[in-house]
């Protein structure tokens, strides 16, 4: 069964930066585009940026030059760096394998939440 197993998060101050990993198994990881997604309270799960085997990255607008995925395929790993936080950031942060335009491909992992505060 593929498994996604999300790390990273936790409070931090507006302005602050936090490092997300995903490790992912079950999955031929190196051939795989790999995306970071988020879900807020009372709002649907969103992309926020996603990475193919190429390299080639796509991010959502609102995190533009500010987040950074990249990923590991020795580790079988994807990280996401977010850098200037703000309390809209705050929600639970999710990984999956994606395919098309970045729809989710698999089961999803229990997420990693991400608090910031004002």
């Known amino acids: 069964q593929v498994q996604f197993v999300e790390s990273g998060g936790g409070l931090v101050q507006s302005g602050g930066s936090l490092r997300l990993s995903c490790a992912a198994s079950?999955?031929?990881?190196?051939?795989?585009?790999m995306a970071w997604y988020r879900q807020a309270p009372g709002k649907q799960r969103e992309l926020v940026a996603g990475?193919?085997?190429?390299?080639?990255?796509n991010y959502a607008d609102f995190v533009k030059g500010r987040f950074t995925i990249s990923r590991d395929n020795t580790k079988n790993t994807v990280y996401l760096q977010m850098d200037s936080l703000q309390p809209e950031d705050t929600a639970v942060y999710y990984c999956?394998?994606?395919?098309?335009?970045?729809?989710?491909?698999?089961?999803w992992g229990q997420g990693t939440q991400v608090t910031v505060s004002s």
């Open positions: 999956n394998r994606a395919a098309g335009r970045f729809n989710p491909v698999d089961s």
């Open positions: 990475i193919t085997s190429a390299g080639r990255k």
């Open positions: 079950r999955i031929p990881f190196s051939l795989a585009t």
